[in-house]
């Protein structure tokens, strides 16, 4: 198992762009969670998926994002006209429902700098 | 959502024991208290997770007074390795079906030599 996969680690873009991140969770994880981060706070929820469905948004993703997963394997968050506010460190996890702690399994993020 | 509050940052030297103190006064029945560990540049990594009493790993332990209102996790002879931001995090049951782990601010931890 080589864990949670993110890509790109580093994106620098434009103001006004998009931009998509990918995630690989680890196989057989039903549960992927997308967070952002930005320079000294915790990472904050933006949405989870159950398999294939996408269960809950935070009132953080604005309709500039949208995230899917469509096998209930990889996930991608995709931002639209990227703004300077969106520059943080996006991260993915994925845990198993079946597993007693919650816990969750993070990859090593993808960082969104936006000129 | 129960509030947590830690402090934001603590200073210790190699070899000590560390303990880190959350305040969770409004925990509820159902809740549990986990902690994660997050390098630089690096996601979150679970720690340890307790419902009350102590509960003990080959990483950390963690105490849970009977009243639940705070929670310390103990590292025993930290190491420059230590060197972290530690997050408290106190929500339902991890078993429910709606669980979402919710991060705050966490406490930045630097061992010094």
């Known amino acids: 198992d080589t864990g949670v996969s993110q890509d790109p680690r580093h994106k620098i873009t434009k103001r006004g762009q998009n931009v998509t991140f990918r995630c690989d969770p680890i196989?057989?994880?039903?549960?992927l969670y997308w967070y952002r981060q930005t320079l000294g706070q915790g990472p904050e929820f933006l949405t989870y998926f159950q398999n294939e469905a996408q269960l809950e948004k935070s009132r953080l993703l604005s309709d500039r994002f949208s995230a899917e997963r469509p096998k209930g394997s990889f996930s991608t968050l995709e931002i639209q006209r990227t703004e300077q506010g969106d520059s943080a460190m996006y991260l993915c996890a994925s845990r198993h429902t079946g597993e007693n702690t919650g816990e969750l399994f993070f990859g090593e993020g993808s960082r969104l700098t936006v000129l | 959502l129960a509030k947590t509050t830690q402090p934001i940052s603590m200073d210790s030297y190699e070899g000590q024991e560390v303990n880190i103190t959350c305040s969770h006064n409004n925990i509820a029945t159902n809740d549990y208290i986990t902690w994660y560990q997050q390098f630089p540049s690096q996601g979150p990594r679970f720690i340890i997770q307790?419902?009350?009493t102590k509960v003990t790993n080959e990483v950390a332990s963690l105490f849970i007074p009977a009243d639940r209102k705070s929670s310390t996790l103990s590292l025993p002879r930290v190491s420059l390795s230590d060197t972290a931001v530690y997050y408290c995090l106190v929500g339902e049951d991890p078993r429910g079906g709606s669980y979402i782990p919710t991060f705050g601010r966490g406490t930045s931890l630097i061992v010094h030599p």
């Open positions: 196989s057989e994880h039903n549960r």
């Open positions: 307790g419902y009350k």
